[in-house]
């Protein structure tokens, strides 16, 4: 039975929609106490003083702890690699709060309402502080958000508190200055693209309990056990040997599971108390409390010869990172180093700027990490390109995109953090996407648009995009697989199974290997005391990442087995033919099954366990890319753009399951959609969230995404595991350029501040009359 | 103070707080398939179905339950496990958080309309927030599954 480029169903997916007990507060302890978080009312302040006497004497409430229960070690939270890129700015609780949202006390109590009672009851004092609430003020500004002395950075990363600077880069290729003189046109703009909240269904959930041999046991809905149980430690000085982290099924995740959350709090109260405790979020705590997308301003530079060859790029990026210090320097760093390759025969390149603090929730990992924010600006900035050279958009990019086995500077150059890895592209099938995209939307009848009914004009657009699959050199993964009597097996993997059906494929894998049946691979994941580790669900790097390391632990077990039937059988290895239920000799003279052996090794004979482990650090992080083609239609009257369809061709290697590829490329398009035209993390004047419920922030629901076609290319990438590449990003990249090019090429209005909204588009509809007016 | 509800079927006799939402009641009664989602009746992921029909369980008053039927997911286990079918067909699987409070609706729908059109399924269904599939391929799902059971 093949497994693998096979489209199977998720192996949870029916026991979930049957509603099993399997979500992080399903499990937790029924008599676990209830924590409630005291949260800033203050975009920054400093607490002066704090009373919890009262609070504490509440009947039914079991502690309230403080800053001054906690010493004060710096830590960060964004759950990375270690050393971690990002700044150590965070402490479990402070004297200082930096935005509304953020924690202040933390009470636990036996029932929900005692919990919430006493929260009302702590008295704090606030000194309030001027807050920075604009971006773009944040640098060297008077005010200091970060003042405290322990902060610090683990090794250079541009971490400069003082000047409100949680990382900076830059890195040039060549003379950009030189280059662009030289051109003959060259195009200056800027953009802004916009926080996002990753509104996962499933709030940030945690419990914690103590176990029956004394152990911190913590159940989290997190993407990363293992960097959870690491900074747990650290943040607690609590000892990494006495923690248990378990993940349980999450209700989504998109990055914003990547960050410790509520883990912090559940096992401080558990430790203390030791009792069960267990913090569920609210909506509101999720959109205030957690993390959300980056917002970055692109100042972009283009230069380009007057028959279309693009010669030099220059963009400076100022990202805020909110008052934390999460993924600052990562997600900057991608915004240059999974976008600027897609061009990699220009002359030149050059890519800079700064990440600065601000009093807003803090920024983290998001799909798409930066690619999203970076492609739209150099995917708007290169139709605005095109417009001035007076060339088709397609064939300006056929022209100057990048091409199987070619590679880029930037590769070597940048990484994320550190410096990057010297690669070419061995399999990208960007060429065909584009072509095949084309045919799709039937861009030869509908570029650059097409008057519709009364008011309606359609307008199609595209962008292109790539990603990455890991972080090489940095990132492991590891799987164990254990045979039982009857020849079924465990495979045991550290990965993180956040809803994108990790479980399932990686089990795929160690099924075609081991040529066996899908239901015979009982998978058991995302545990730190049992499974072996796994960097967790970031950077698309688990399918290939995780499914290489599940290919060496698999391709080690069929050795055992081979080794093991060869000796029962009494020939030599080399005579073995194994198919995955027998074994028998080249003459079919003497063979064993594998149930048969298997219950041999159990009870009879030469017993023993076979296990077999191993790992996987990739040593490039080869890329996925994608054409997005849409096709939109803009209201003259109103300014309100619909999408009628969106195209997406997609090379992951080969898909391991095509019908869970697709579901992430669905996914991640209707997010993609969601930022560009509904989606905005608002904020008042006094750096209070406007956007937090469910009503104020709007993410699309399935009246706005209708129609979408997603195709995927014929492609193998030598280094996957069975060619795959990931695919859990790529789809999110492109809407933001691709729609507002398409608006462009429909209306005329170019849309440089993200989101699109009706009344942008009314406006530049407006001002473009008044100018044709003014000409006549 | 006491409430008498039908909980899938079965007479059960729960004790409850006067200010009490019916998705606490029943997820503090075991009933953990019904999930929570916000705190604003907006996201659809604690449906249950209150005499055959869906709503929002997080906004429902437990004492304004009283002598009604409730349905949760537990209560339609078969016909979830037939929808998740399609589902998986579909590509529409993922993280499943959506997915009980959406298989009850979809067989509360399956009861009210006969033969819906595209736009009448997504009208009937909009509550139902998914952050995960993009809705396209639960939609496939949903079509198969009406036009094979209908
Ligand atoms: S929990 Fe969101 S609608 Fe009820
Ligand atoms: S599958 Fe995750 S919210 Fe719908």
């Known amino acids: 039975m093949k497994n693998v480029n096979r489209g199977l169903p998720s192996i949870d997916g029916k026991g979930l929609m049957m509603g099993k007990p399997a979500y992080t507060d399903d499990l937790a302890e029924p008599n676990s106490l209830i924590i409630k978080v005291l949260r800033s009312p203050h975009p920054f302040a400093k607490i002066k003083k704090i009373d919890t006497k009262i609070a504490s004497e509440v009947n039914g409430v079991e502690c309230v702890l403080t800053y001054k229960d906690f010493s004060r070690i710096p830590v960060t939270r964004a759950g990375q690699g270690y050393p971690e890129p990002s700044p150590h700015d965070k402490f479990v609780l402070d004297n200082y709060v930096r935005h509304i949202g953020d924690e202040v006390a933390i009470v636990a109590a036996v029932d929900l309402i005692t919990a919430q009672k006493a929260i009302k009851l702590i008295e704090v004092e606030y000194e309030v502080l001027e807050p920075i609430l604009d971006f773009e003020d944040a640098y060297n500004n008077k005010i200091i958000i970060h003042d405290e002395p322990e902060i610090h950075e683990m090794f250079p990363i541009g971490f400069e508190p ?16 030189e280059t662009l003189k030289n051109c003959d046109v060259v195009l200056e703009t800027s953009f802004y693209s916009q926080a996002q909240a990753h509104v996962m269904m499933e709030p940030h959930t945690a419990n914690a309990r103590i176990d029956c041999y004394g152990r911190l046991v913590i159940y989290s809905s997190t993407q990363t056990p293992y960097h959870v149980r690491r900074i747990i430690s650290q943040a607690l000085d609590y000892p990494l040997s006495k923690i248990r982290v378990i993940k349980p099924r999450v209700g989504g995740g998109f990055g914003g599971k990547q960050c410790i959350h509520g883990e912090f ?25 957690s993390f959300s997308r980056h917002p970055m301003r692109f100042d972009v530079k283009l230069g380009a010869t007057k028959d279309g060859i693009l010669k030099g790029i220059d963009v400076n990026v100022l990202s805020d990172t909110g008052a934390y210090g999460e993924h600052a320097l990562t997600v900057f760093m991608v915004a240059g180093a999974k976008v600027l390759p897609l061009y990699n025969k220009v002359d030149s390149v050059r890519f800079g700027g700064k990440v600065v603090y601000t009093n807003h929730t803090p920024a983290g990992a998001f799909r798409g990490y930066g690619a999203i924010q970076g492609n739209y600006a150099l995917e708007s900035a290169i139709d605005m390109m095109c417009e001035k050279l007076v060339i088709d958009p397609i064939t300006f990019r056929e022209k100057n995109m990048i091409k199987e086995g070619e590679t880029s500077p930037i590769f070597k150059i940048m990484g994320e953090g550190t410096e990057g890895i010297e690669m070419s592209v061995e399999s990208c099938k960007l060429e065909y996407c584009v072509k095949r995209g084309r045919e799709l939307i039937n861009w030869k009848e509908k570029y650059p648009f097409v008057k519709g009914k009364s008011s309606k004009v359609r307008g199609v657009g595209m962008a292109i995009a790539m990603q990455g699959s890991g972080i090489p050199y940095i990132d492991m993964a590891s799987a164990m697989i254990k045979l039982n009597d009857d020849g079924f097996y465990n495979l045991i993997i550290g990965a993180t199974d956040i809803g994108q059906g990790s479980d399932t494929i990686l089990a795929q894998i160690a099924a075609e290997v081991l040529e066996t049946d899908l239901d015979k691979m009982i998978v058991y994941s995302s545990d730190t005391d049992l499974a072996p580790f796994d960097c967790g669900a970031y950077a698309s790097s688990t399918t290939y990442v995780s499914g290489n390391a599940v290919v060496k632990a698999a391709k080690n077990m069929r050795k055992m087995l081979i080794k093991e039937g060869a000796r029962s059988l009494g020939v ?39 296990v077999a482990t191993n790992s996987y650090v990739g040593t490039k992080s080869p890329p996925p890319f994608m054409a997005g083609y849409v096709e939109v239609e803009v209201d003259t009257e109103t300014g309100v753009v619909k999408v009628l369809d969106y195209i997406a061709v997609v090379d992951c290697g080969t898909t391991i399951n095509p019908l869970l590829a697709l579901g992430q490329v669905e996914g991640a398009l209707a997010q993609g959609i969601g930022m560009t035209l509904y989606e905005e993390v608002l904020y008042n004047q006094r750096g209070g969230l406007i956007s937090n419920n469910l009503m104020t922030y709007r993410i699309p629901t399935r009246k706005e995404i209708t129609n979408m076609n997603v195709e995927f290319a014929d492609s193998y990438e030598e280094s996957g595991p069975y060619g795959a590449k990931s695919v859990g990003e790529i789809g999110i990249d492109t809407p933001p350029a691709a729609i507002c090019n398409a608006i462009y090429n429909a209306v005329g209005v170019r849309i440089q501040s993200l989101p699109v909204t009706a009344e942008n588009v009314l406006m530049g509809i407006l001002k473009n009359k008044e100018k044709r007016n003014e000409k006549q | 103070m006491k409430v008498q509800l039908t909980i899938n079927g079965y007479k059960k006799e729960i004790e409850v707080k006067p200010d009490e939402y019916l998705l606490d009641t029943l997820r503090n009664s075991n009933y953990l398939s019904v999930k929570r989602g916000c705190d604003s009746s907006s996201c659809g992921v604690c449906t249950v179905l209150l005499d055959g029909k869906p709503i929002a369980s997080c906004s429902y008053l437990s004492v304004k339950a ?25 590509g529409a699987d993922q993280c499943g958080f959506c997915n009980p409070a959406l298989a009850l609706t979809i067989y509360a729908m399956k009861r009210e309309l006969s033969d819906p059109t595209d736009e009448e399924i997504r009208d009937y269904l909009v509550g139902n927030l998914c952050r995960c599939s993009g809705y396209v391929g639960q939609q496939r799902a949903i079509r198969a599954y009406l036009e094979d059971t209908l």
């Open chain 1, 162 to 177: 003082k000047k409100n600077i949680a990382a900076a880069y830059d890195m040039h290729v060549g003379n950009v200055d």
């Open chain 1, 265 to 289: 709090f559940v096992s401080a109260v558990t430790l203390r108390t030791g009792k069960p405790s267990k913090l569920v979020y609210t909506r509101k705590e999720v959109f205030e409390s």
């Open chain 1, 572 to 610: 030599k290895e080399e005579e073995i033919i194994f198919d995955g239920k027998l074994f028998q000799t080249e003459d079919e003279k003497k063979s064993i099954t594998l149930s048969d052996l298997s219950n041999h090794l159990f009870y009879s004979e030469d017993q023993q366990q076979l």
């Open chain 2, 66 to 90: 009283e002598g009604h039927e409730i349905t949760t997911a537990e209560g339609i286990q078969k016909e979830a496990a037939q929808i998740s079918a399609y589902f998986g067909d579909e």
